[in-house]
């Protein structure tokens, strides 16, 4: 994932950029943008380029960070929905009969899958700060990120 930002600090090879969002503004698709608060999120990012304070950069997101939090998010959940359909159909089902034995199971596998959100919550906790990366300067001339507001073309007078 790339997005854009603004380096407020930069100490090494350590920099502390402000990344602000307002693709919300134009979307409102999933509901939540149109109540969203809190548009910026600030971050530390790994400036092996030397950015310097109020440069505008382009920043990567670490693919490894990213496929540890989609298995995080959406494998425990869906294991856990398998894990208590299958226990609620092979263990319980003979206990409540044939024609109760699929809605056992599912109720079984919703209420696993519920359960489910904690660890999920726990360990995205234990992730930390995701590991970006300043991989360079911005120009200007480079279309938006979904980070970014869009820009009107330049006046060529």
């Known amino acids: 994932m790339k997005c854009s930002g603004t380096v407020l600090e930069s ?5 502390s950029v402000l990344l602000e969002s307002t693709g919300c503004d134009q979307c409102r698709a999933c ?23 109020d440069d505008r950069v382009h920043l ?19 294991l856990a929905f398998i894990i208590g359909f299958l226990l609620g159909y092979f263990a319980l089902g003979p206990v409540v009969g044939t024609h109760y034995r699929t809605l056992v199971s599912l109720v079984i596998g919703f209420l696993f899958l519920g359960i489910s959100y904690y660890p999920v919550h726990v360990l995205g906790e234990r992730q ?11 120009t200007g001339d480079e279309p938006p990120t979904p980070f970014e507001p869009h820009r009107p073309p330049p006046d060529n007078r």
């Open 11 to 15: 100490k090494g090879e350590i920099a």
């Open 31 to 53: 509901g939540f943008g149109a109540v969203r608060e809190n548009k910026s999120m600030e971050v530390n990012a790994q400036n092996r380029i030397g950015a310097g304070k």
């Open 60 to 78: 990567e997101l670490s693919g490894k960070k990213v496929m540890s939090a989609s298995a995080i998010l959406f494998l425990i959940p869906f």
């Open 128 to 138: 930390g700060d995701f590991e970006f990366v300043i991989i360079n300067l911005a």
